[in-house]
């Protein structure tokens, strides 16, 4: 009796031994392999960087990502370009403040840069030469720490009741600097939305999520042609 109990108990863990081995994977580097594999398609991806401020992290909107940076990322996506995108916006930044910020964000690897800054400037009535001495700073900057990286400087504009010099010279820092630089332009970033009141905001400034896909278009025209 003895002896036959010893027996049921022996076939019993012979049995659990059994279903262990049959858990155990085919190939013990099969799991390594796969996280090797996601991590290698991850770090193969090009960074795109949007640099701006409350335009860029979509200020008012219901979801950051139906700012423009985010709409570009979802056609990007679409197409399966080996891109990711990091929006970088901070609303109420100045051009002084990005100037102060850029080197933290340029731990980062950046192949693609776009340059959104100077509307709040323009807003404080700002001197022109100093939105334009600080952005220069900006690009400065990062080509310092990448030089192959590609750079699109998104243009502004200021309300006319800025006055009509202030409003001008304001205008003309972007293509100014973007020749001087050997950078693409997107001339005006706000171009058909900005005085459109069903694309914005009750502020009139602050694109609503279908302005943002205005202003999205307007810098894929430039950006597409670049990746």
Known sequence: MHKFKLTIILLAVMALAACGEKKKPADDNATPQSTKAVKADTSSLKTIVFFGNSLTAGYGLDDPSEAFPGVIRNTIDSLKLPYKVVNAGLSGETTAGGNARIAWLLKQKIDVFLLELG???GLRGIPVTETSKNLQSIIDKVKAKYPNV??????????????????????????????????????????????????NQADGIHPTAKGAKVAAANVWKVLKGIL
């Open 119 to 121: 509307g709040n400037d």
């Open 150 to 199: 590609k750079i699109v400087l998104l243009g502004m504009q200021v309300p006319p009741n800025m006055g009509a010099d202030y409003s001008n010279k304001f205008k003309a820092v972007y293509p100014a600097l973007a020749a001087k630089n050997n950078v693409s332009l997107v001339p005006f970033l706000l171009q058909g939305v900005g005085g459109v009141p069903g694309l």
